[in-house]
């Protein structure tokens, strides 16, 4: 019986790691979207600030922005086309009006180890499931300066993610954008 009871414990545990391993042809966008969007307001209400709705504008400009990045293959905030070429001009493409905006951005390459940078250490992963990548991208934007300051602007509101994935390099792409109507 005992025997048993340990199986079917070890079968559980391995069916919730399979569960949340990502098919990086066929990601899961809205488990990403919600995992990466609760650290960021979990983040926010700890520093006493509102957290941030979810934007359908927002994300077009994001989703635009993150195939951009394939396209090039490189993490950037600008584009050449100028009706593109910026944050603001991206979320106006897409018919949207806000006073304040903010970008960030990010990637990792799928199967190589990524370093996660704390206080205590350095934390080596491989980033092969839904927390994990969504830990990577809040870790990277919470520690740098300009990113960090995107997250923590008192008057945004409005929140907005998109993906891409290069499967020729296997890089994955997230971009976030932030708003105030």
């Known amino acids: 019986m005992r025997g048993w009871i340990v199986l079917l414990i070890w079968v559980s545990c391995l069916t919730n790691v ?5 098919d990086w042809s066929h990601p899961d966008v809205d488990r990403l979207r919600t995992a990466i969007n609760s ?5 926010r209400l700890s520093n006493k600030l509102t957290t941030l709705e979810d934007d359908s504008i927002l994300d077009l400009a994001a989703q635009n922005q993150a195939n951009y990045c394939r396209s090039t293959q490189r993490v950037r905030h600008d584009q050449p086309k100028a ?12 018919g949207g009006q806000y006073r304040t905006l903010g970008e960030n951005a990010g990637s990792f ?3 190589r180890k990524a370093v996660f940078r704390w206080d205590t250490g350095d934390t080596t992963v491989i980033i092969d499931t839904y927390e994990k990548a969504a830990e990577w991208f809040f870790h990277l934007w919470r520690l740098s300066p300009v990113h960090r300051s995107n997250l923590l602007y008192p008057n945004l509101n ?3 993610l ?3 994935y290069d499967p020729t390099n296997q890089v994955f ?5 932030l708003g105030r109507i």
């Open 109 to 111: 390459t799928v199967g």
């Open 83 to 94: 009706q593109l070429a910026d944050t603001r001009k991206r979320v106006q493409f897409y």
């Open 162 to 164: 998109g993906f891409a």
């Open 158 to 160: 409005r929140s907005g």
């Open 18 to 22: 399979y569960a949340d391993s990502i």
């Open 39 to 43: 650290r960021i307001n979990q983040f």
């Open 173 to 177: 792409y997230a971009v976030h954008v």
